[in-house]
């Protein structure tokens, strides 16, 4: 009986002791699990490789771990993925969440970067909770991983390998390769000619450098033959511009004396204009009267001789 109540001490000792510790871990997870954050990200993207409990990198640090995916259910176009953070990761505006993929093993993992410094954390806001949060929980945008974007561009690739595929097949069609073979040969013809005419050729451009060479030291000829021309212009052009300058000086001083002198004759020549002018016309009248007194006595001595100055005309006889 005592070793039966012994048994029986120890099964419950142990079984309480096994209680106690699955009570205090879950205890300590629910204590780490309101340290944690959560987050929604809507991926438009496949998520093959993520799985429950796939981890969550920030930048390259371990942060997290998913905690669920499942297809939205407003939306099945979209897959969410809800994730927990450890407390004090900076997720803040800017930070955008991808999926890439971990080696070769077919595991995909969260990933989270570009978070700009002193931006405010990602947070649902007070007014309009719903349009930024649709599910109650703040949600990070997304941006194409790099699997991702393969996968989204394959069809496309795939697409654009056919259309060229496509082409190529009609490029080298037999009716083109037959024309491909005529361009080759007619350039194998071509480059024999030129293979021929190789001497000529050479010739023809040892002519060129010679001429290239000759329109070089014309040139040099002319660069020098202008500096030449502008030396002499400054040395002999600066002489005959400074005799240039005295002498329009000179007209100049000239110029101002003439119109000084026309300014001080100026009352003399509107005297003889209003005075000497009249009078000179009276006299020209008066020995025009002049003249033509000396023309009537002159007249008088041809016709009657002197003594027609002095007396009276004869009267003629009276005959009753």
């Known amino acids: ?26 205890w300590f997870s629910r204590i780490s699990d309101g340290q944690n954050k959560q987050y929604d990200i809507f991926f438009k993207q ?3 490789g993520l799985a429950k409990g796939s981890s969550v990198n920030y930048a390259g640090v371990p942060s997290g771990q998913v905690e669920a995916i499942e297809l939205w259910k ?4 979209f897959v969410k993925v809800r994730i927990t953070v450890k407390d004090g990761t900076p997720v ?10 971990v080696g070769f093993t077919g595991v995909s993992e969260v990933v989270l970067d570009g978070a700009v410094k002193g931006a405010p954390p990602i947070i649902c806001p007070a007014e309009n909770p719903q349009a930024v949060c649709p599910d ?3 949600v990070i945008p997304t941006k194409p991983g790099a699997l991702g974007e393969l996968l989204n561009s394959a069809p496309q690739l795939l697409e654009r390998l056919s259309t060229l595929t496509e082409r190529l097949t009609e490029v080298l069609s037999d009716k083109n390769q037959q024309s491909i073979a005529g361009i080759l040969a007619n350039v194998e013809r071509v480059s024999g000619a030129l293979a021929d005419r190789s001497p000529e050729i050479a010739a023809t ?9 000759r329109t070089g030291v014309a040139v040099e000829q002319i660069g020098k033959l202008a500096a030449t ?3 002499m212009l400054n040395e002999e052009g600066k002489p005959l511009m400074a005799d240039l300058r005295k002498s329009v000086q000179s007209a100049t001083r000239s110029i101002d004396t003439l119109d000084k002198t026309i300014g001080a004759a100026r009352p003399g020549v509107e005297a003889f204009s209003t ?20 023309r009537g006595v002159a007249e008088k001595l041809d016709q009657q001789g002197a003594g027609s100055l002095v007396g009276s005309p004869k009267l003629p006889d009276y005959k009753p």
């Not at 407003?74 to 176009?77: E, F, M």
């Not at 451009?205 to 060479?213: K, S």
């Not at 005075?275 to 000396?294: C, G, I, K, W």
């Open 1 to 26: 009986m005592e070793t039966r109540s012994n048994h029986v001490l120890v099964g419950t000792v142990t079984l309480l002791l096994l209680a106690a510790i699955i009570i205090a871990a879950f």
């Open 46 to 48: 496949s998520v093959s």
């Open 74 to 77: 407003r939306d099945p176009g």
């Open 92 to 101: 803040l505006q800017g930070t955008t969440a991808s999926i890439a993929g």
């Open 136 to 138: 109650g929980i703040p």
């Open 205 to 213: 451009l040892a002519e060129a450098r010679i001429a290239v060479q």
């Open 229 to 231: 021309t502008d030396a």
């Open 275 to 294: 005075q000497t002018m009249p009078e000179v016309n009276q006299l020209v009248r008066d020995l025009r009267e002049m003249s033509r007194a000396f």
